[in-house]
């Protein structure tokens, strides 16, 4: 995940999506880990949705005139003193509201419920009983398994409410009231549920009333049209990264205002093999675009030279990259406009309240933060889609499946795999052995279907026999992982005739590596990264 970088000063961009679908439903977030999961299955069903603070007032609730609300899960009790709670005047617009595990013990206590600790906590898979067939079981098995997490449980349903499904746990696994207000126990948004997106549809559109007029790739004419009047005459540069989300945002602005754009990219020599030649290739090929390649990787590897800590690491690529863009449009003579590729995560994720803001495990950069004498209003036509809706918009923009189905890469590149000192010869090294594991799980078919798959170069020698020699020399570890988010991971159950592929070509065409090993860890506690 990239963080978004803060304009230097002067920033602005406009506080609202650039296409409005005519729907919106508002997640109002209470700090659940799924918050975000929510309203990317909202997006999923074709509704536009936007995550706001839990403490967001009613007056902008009906400035962004939403259809209907979702109390997300969180982790606090309902009772406690310091818990959250939706402003009053919230609950009095009369909108339909789904109250999510936390949210729904929320409406249970502020509409004159009782909530209270449960005797049982109730963690995992159950099985719901549908006591009410209508709402939001509509067209649902009477019987069907959900994801619960909860240690609260409603002893009293607020007056109007009655209970719609229970399981042997939890007598109100779901409650009903007037205008459109349901709780449920359980997480629709989590793949454990199977029929939970069902729910949430029949939320959105029979309690709701939404159309479902929310798809990303109706997004690209008015993104356009917007930036068109947002830049007017003036320049805009973008700093391409070699990644999705840079390509799809500065095709966008290229689009909507031709050859004022021009991308910078700054070749860091930590990319993977061909990968800086195949963005150029199509950006000025294919899209005609004006870039400037900055050939710097001399520059980041004498920064390089001696750091070994990964945070260090990340400060050094960031501030490097800094001066190379910086000193790029001195020469380009400036502009009004930065185009970055800054996705909604970022946007949640950087305006969370300190509440809720997940600690920060590692520093990420993509762009690295602005060098504070720049002066640039943001264009950021991706602050309000999702990893898979940009590539969906990519690919109506019309960029090539190779480039759009990219999977994620770190800001700092092969930096943070190589373990230890970064040295051009082991860079080489990972960059080989990276291109290996790429070409073998392209080929088993598994690319689009994990979220990443790469090579680590350890700082470990060990002994080996090659022919009659015995040999001692780099052990490459190999992370395939499968994600939703980037934020949970877990190791990816590839076949064994693929890793056995993959080892036997690295050893076989990495020269200085006689082992491979398969990282069989999880996130958390892992992060995807060994960095
Ligand atoms: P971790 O290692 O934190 O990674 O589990 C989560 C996701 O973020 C990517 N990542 C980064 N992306 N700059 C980025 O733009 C960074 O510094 C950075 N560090 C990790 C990682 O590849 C994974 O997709």
């Not at 690319?447 to 022919?467: E, K």
Request: proline share 6%; hydrophobic share 40%.
């Amino acid at each position: 995940m990239s963080t978004a970088t803060a304009p230097a000063s002067g920033g602005t961009t406009a506080d609202r999506p650039a296409a409005r679908a005519t729907d919106t439903i508002l997640v109002l977030d209470f700090g659940s880990q799924y918050s975000q999961l929510i309203a990317r299955r909202i997006r999923e069903l074709n509704v536009y949705c936007e995550l706001v603070p839990g403490t967001i007032t009613a007056d902008k609730v009906v400035a962004k005139r939403a259809r209907g609300l979702i109390l997300s899960g969180g982790p606090a009790s309902v009772y406690d003193a310091d818990a959250l709670h939706p402003e009053r005047g919230i609950y009095d617009l009369g909108l339909p509201i789904l109250g999510i595990c936390y949210g729904m013990q929320l409406l249970a206590h502020d509409l004159g419920g009782r909530v209270s600790p449960a005797g049982r906590r109730e963690y995992g898979l159950a099985s719901v009983v549908v006591d009410s067939e209508d709402g939001i079981f509509t067209g649902l098995p009477a019987e069907m398994p959900v994801w619960m997490s909860h240690g609260d449980v409603i002893e009293e349903l607020p007056p109007g409410y009655q209970v719609v499904a229970h399981t042997v746990n939890s007598p109100v696994a779901a409650m009903a009231g007037p205008n459109g207000r349901v709780g449920i126990q359980f997480h629709p948004e989590v793949a454990h549920t199977p029929q939970g997106s069902a729910m949430l549809r029949n939320f959105l559109y029979h309690t709701c009333g939404c159309q479902g007029d929310w798809a990303p790739e109706g997004f690209v004419q008015q993104a356009v049209a917007e930036i068109r009047e947002r830049v007017g005459s003036e320049r805009v540069i973008c700093a391409l990264s070699g990644g999705v989300d840079s390509a799809v945002a500065a095709t966008l602005v290229h689009r909507a205002v031709g050859d004022q754009l021009t991308c910078v990219f700054v070749d860091n020599g930590l990319l993977r093999r061909g990968e800086a030649d195949r963005v150029i290739d199509v950006l000025t090929r294919s899209m005609r675009m004006r870039i400037v390649r900055v050939e710097a990787e001399e520059r980041f590897l004498r920064a390089l030279e001696g750091v070994v800590d990964p945070e260090e690491k990340r400060r050094v690529v960031g501030r490097e990259f800094i001066a190379a863009f910086e000193e790029e449009t001195a020469l380009l003579g400036g502009a009004a406009f930065l185009a970055q590729g800054t996705l909604y995560p970022d946007v949640i994720e950087s305006t969370a309240s300190d509440t809720f803001a997940a600690r920060k495990i590692k520093t990420h950069h993509n762009v690295g933060g602005l060098p504070t004498g720049m002066r640039f209003q943001l264009v950021e036509p991706l602050r309000y889609l999702f990893k898979d809706e940009v590539r969906k918009v990519g690919r109506s923009l019309g960029l090539p499946d190779d480039l759009v189905g990219r999977q994620p890469f770190p800001g700092p590149g092969l930096a943070i795999r190589v373990i230890g000192e970064v040295t051009r010869e082991r860079l080489e090294t990972v960059r080989s052995a990276d291109w290996v594991v790429i070409d073998e799980i392209k080929r088993s078919g598994l690319y689009p279907r994990v979220w990443q798959s790469f090579a680590i170069l350890t700082p470990i020698s060990s002994v080996g026999v090659m022919g009659d020699y015995r040999t001692y020399a780099n052990v490459v570890a190999v992370r395939i992982v499968t994600s939703e988010d980037g934020m949970t991971a877990d190791w990816a159950r590839v076949p064994y005739d693929v890793l056995s592929d993959i080892s036997r070509r690295i050893v076989n065409e990495v020269p200085g590596v006689n082992r491979v090993v398969y990282d069989i860890s999880s996130k958390p506690p892992s992060t995807i990264e060994w960095e």
